[in-house]
T-cell receptor
Framework: GDSVTQMEGPVTLSEEAFLTINCTYT??????LFWYVQYPGEGLQLLLK?????DKGSNKGFEATYRKETTSFHLEKGSVQVSDSAVYFC????????????FGTGTSLTVIP | SQTIHQWPATLVQPVGSPLSLECTVE??????LYWYRQAAGRGLQLLFY??????ISSEVPQNLSASRPQDRQFILSSKKLLLSDSGFYLC????????????FGPGTRLTVL
C-alpha cells in the first residue's frame, strides 16, 4: 500500500542554518505530495504541495521538489528562523486512494537563537 | 472562504465517562470529513472518514465511533473512555473526490484520568 517515510527527529538547528527534512514515498500511480506544519498546540497547516513530477512547491521560504525517479519530496529552507520551530509532516494522496491521505510520522524542528 | 471548527478545545474526562467531540465546516458543500488522533510525540492516526451524510468508514477497531448527522457536521463519540483514548484529536476536510488538500481544524486536547 501507499506510505510515506520521513526523517526521524528531533532536529535542532541554529538560526540562519540550512534545513533539509527528507521524505520518500511508496505509491501506485501518480500521487500528489504535501508538507504540513504543526505549531505547538495547534492543528496542521498546509505548507506546500506538488501535484506532478518535477513540480516545485514553495511557501514562506520553504521548498520541495517532486522527484519521481527517486520517489522523494525533501523539504528545504535556506535560512531557518526561531519561528520555524514546529513539527513537519510529509503526506501523499493519489487517485487510487482519493479519499485518504497518508502521513509520515512527523519531524520535530527546534531552531535556537 | 472555508473554515473548520472543533470544540471543545480541551477536555479532561474520567475513565469510563462518555465522550462527544464536534467538528463543523463552513463555506463548502459535501466535503469529505476525517477524524485523526495524535498521541503525545507521535504521528497521525486516521480513525474515521466520511464521504457523505450517514456514511462512515472506520480505519481501526477501537473504543470510538463517529457520526455525520448533517452535511458539514462530524461527531466523534465514545460510550466509555479508556486511559489510552487520551490524545490530540484533529478533524479535517477536503473537497469531495478531488485529489486535493486536506484542511485541519485547531484540534481538541483530550486527557482521560
Amino acid at each position: 500500500g501507499d506510505s510515506v517515510t520521513q526523517m526521524e527527529g528531533p532536529v535542532t538547528l541554529s538560526e540562519e542554518a540550512f534545513l533539509t527534512i527528507n521524505c520518500t514515498y511508496t505509491a501506485t500511480g501518480y500521487p500528489s505530495l504535501f508538507w504540513y506544519v504543526q505549531y505547538p498546540g495547534e492543528g496542521l497547516q498546509l505548507l506546500l504541495k506538488a501535484t506532478k513530477a518535477d513540480d516545485k512547491g514553495s511557501n514562506k521560504g520553504f521548498e520541495a521538489t517532486y522527484r519521481k525517479e527517486t520517489t522523494s519530496f525533501h523539504l528545504e529552507k535556506g535560512s531557518v528562523q526561531v519561528s520555524d520551530s514546529a513539527v513537519y509532516f510529509c503526506a501523499l494522496t493519489n487517485q487510487n486512494t482519493g479519499n485518504q491521505f497518508y502521513f509520515g510520522t512527523g519531524t520535530s524542528l527546534t531552531v535556537i537563537p | 472562504s472555508q473554515t473548520i471548527h472543533q470544540w471543545p478545545a480541551t477536555l479532561v474526562q474520567p475513565v469510563g465517562s462518555p465522550l462527544s467531540l464536534e467538528c463543523t465546516v463552513e463555506g463548502t458543500s459535501n466535503p469529505n470529513l476525517y477524524w485523526y488522533r495524535q498521541a503525545a510525540g507521535r504521528g497521525l492516526q486516521l480513525l474515521f472518514y466520511s464521504v457523505g451524510i450517514g456514511q462512515i468508514s472506520s480505519e481501526v477497531p477501537q473504543n470510538l465511533s463517529a457520526s455525520r448527522p448533517q452535511d458539514r457536521q462530524f461527531i466523534l463519540s465514545s460510550k466509555k473512555l479508556l486511559l489510552s483514548d487520551s490524545g490530540f484529536y484533529l478533524c479535517a476536510w477536503k473537497e469531495g473526490l478531488a485529489i486535493d488538500t486536506q484542511y485541519f481544524g485547531p484540534g481538541t486536547r483530550l486527557t482521560v484520568l
